[in-house]
């Protein structure tokens, strides 16, 4: 079917329905803009909505470190580090396990006959828990008594240690003993260290350490060895 219009005709009817074009061409820029600019916006809100809140966390966290920062005893916080470092030493620090069995000698007035250690397979690390852990063999003048003394003094020394084995011989008692260090791990580009709070587990921890040196230890009273060896404990 075809519809043959004259210009004439045309023009009198865009003229009689001017307002409804206008409404139209109005309604549809109204469509065109909406799927354009404003539909991709409402589409994103939710993943920027994400990002901004995820921003805002950073920053209270980074509020909070400054504050935690500003309100640390720098004194207080290298006396701490130094604590956790002589506690447990950053690698194998022979340096401090030698003062530790030096300042256990004076402590408990134990004659140091010698020590010994060896990286052999007889006398190799050994894990306690997570933390490697270095086996030196110590003699000492005197009896199983005056080797208790000794350890009981060395347990409260630093590096963290545990005695292995106490045995005595023909007047010389050898400890076995293992002196504990924790290596520092690689911090990765990526990892992000915040300062905070210390935990109610930290605290206690960090307590127990600070105390080591304030205990006072009552002497170890053994029954006089009848036979020239005693039985490892």
């Avoid at 915040?194 to 350490?209: D, S, V």
């Amino acid at each position: 079917m075809k519809l043959n219009l004259s210009d004439e005709k045309l023009k009198d009817s865009l003229k009689d329905n001017k307002e409804l074009l206008v409404v139209i061409s109005v309604f549809g820029a109204s469509i065109g803009l909406f799927l354009i600019f404003i539909l991709p916006g409402i589409l994103n809100f939710p993943s920027k909505m994400n990002d901004r809140n995820m921003e805002i966390e950073k920053l209270n966290q980074i509020k909070q470190a400054k504050s935690v920062l500003e309100a640390t005893n720098k004194n207080q916080l290298e006396e701490d580090t130094d604590l956790a470092t002589r506690a447990l030493p950053s690698d194998r620090n022979f340096e401090l396990i030698l003062g530790a069995i030096s300042e256990a000698a004076t402590r408990s007035n134990a004659i140091i006959v010698g020590y010994k250690f060896s990286a052999s397979s007889n006398s190799v690390e050994v894990v306690q828990g997570q933390f490697p852990g270095l086996i030196f063999e110590i003699e000492m003048a005197g009896g199983v008594d005056q080797a208790a003394g000794f350890s009981d003094q060395l347990s409260i020394a630093f590096p963290v240690s545990e005695v292995q084995e106490i045995t005595y011989e023909r007047g010389v008692s050898t400890v076995i003993v293992s002196f504990y260090y924790k290596p520092f791990t690689e911090v990765n580009a990526e990892d992000v260290a915040l300062a905070r709070q210390r935990t109610e587990g930290e605290i206690k921890a960090l307590e127990e350490i600070s105390g080591w040196n304030r205990f006072v230890i009552d002497p170890v009273i053994f029954e006089q060895v009848s036979s020239e060896s005693a039985s490892p404990f």
